[in-house]
């Protein structure tokens, strides 16, 4: 089956660094994704990673194990802008469209 | 602004009644999308067209219509439905690509409450 698992919720303060977990179990691997969506907005595109390692991009990093089927969104410097969900999803296909498989999101609080 | 958009952006309907949700995307892309997103739910892939073909259907039941009239263009029909079919319908697009990384992009979303 296709399951993907990310923590619900998680709180962290300004100016912190805080990292977000998901691990995956997908029919097929061609690439993991993490978007951020803000209350009411729509989800918006944040990293991509497809070979193992860590992918560097301002404040937000994605790490990527392929072996281990987990990866994790680094932010750091919060800023209370950063309170949204994260969405964690893999892209079980090779080229073509995109048929992505999403986790639940992880709601993150960031307080003063 | 995210080069997707979604029309109209909050729908109340009836169980009875028929109404259609819109998506226009800016970008050049070749592949359209809808999601279900409920509330603590991960989004459920609906619909794809790809080439402005019907490639997926997900076990969404028939009330769900889609209509893909050219590559930049996307509609979900939408008529007798129920009041658990409340949610947020997202619109997306992509590139068709023969390798990896075909990123989606998401339009702002279409708020459903049925009563």
């Known amino acids: 089956g296709q399951n993907i698992d990310q923590p619900t919720e998680m709180t962290a303060t300004e100016g912190a660094i805080v990292q977000i977990n998901c691990t995956y179990q997908t029919s097929g691997f061609n690439g993991l994704f993490w978007y951020q969506q803000h209350a009411g907005e729509a989800p918006t595109f944040l990293s991509y990673n497809v070979l193992d390692g860590l992918e560097e991009k301002g404040r937000f990093s994605s790490f990527l194990s392929r072996s281990k089927g987990y990866s994790y969104l680094l932010l750091k410097e919060l800023q209370m802008k950063d309170s949204a969900s994260y969405l964690c999803?893999?892209?079980?296909?090779?080229?073509?469209?995109?048929?992505?498989?999403f986790g639940a999101g992880t709601r993150l609080a960031v307080h003063p | 602004e995210t080069g997707v958009t979604q029309t109209p952006r909050h729908l109340v309907m009836g169980m009875t009644n028929k109404k259609s949700l819109k998506c226009e995307q800016h970008l050049g892309h070749n592949a359209m999308y809808w999601y279900k997103q409920s509330a603590k739910k991960p989004l459920e892939l609906m619909f794809v067209y790809s080439l402005e073909e019907r490639v997926e259907n997900n076990s969404v039941p028939s009330r769900f219509s889609p209509e893909c009239p050219n590559s930049s263009h996307l509609f979900l029909h939408l008529h007798t439905l129920q009041p658990e079919d409340s949610a947020l319908y997202l619109c997306?697009?992509?590139?068709?690509?023969?390798?990896?990384?075909?990123?989606?992009?998401f339009g702002e979303g279409s708020w459903l409450t049925v009563v």
């Open positions: 997306a697009s992509s590139q068709v690509v023969s390798s990896s990384g075909n990123t989606i992009y």
């Open positions: 999803a893999v892209s079980p296909m090779t080229g073509g469209y995109n048929k992505l498989i």
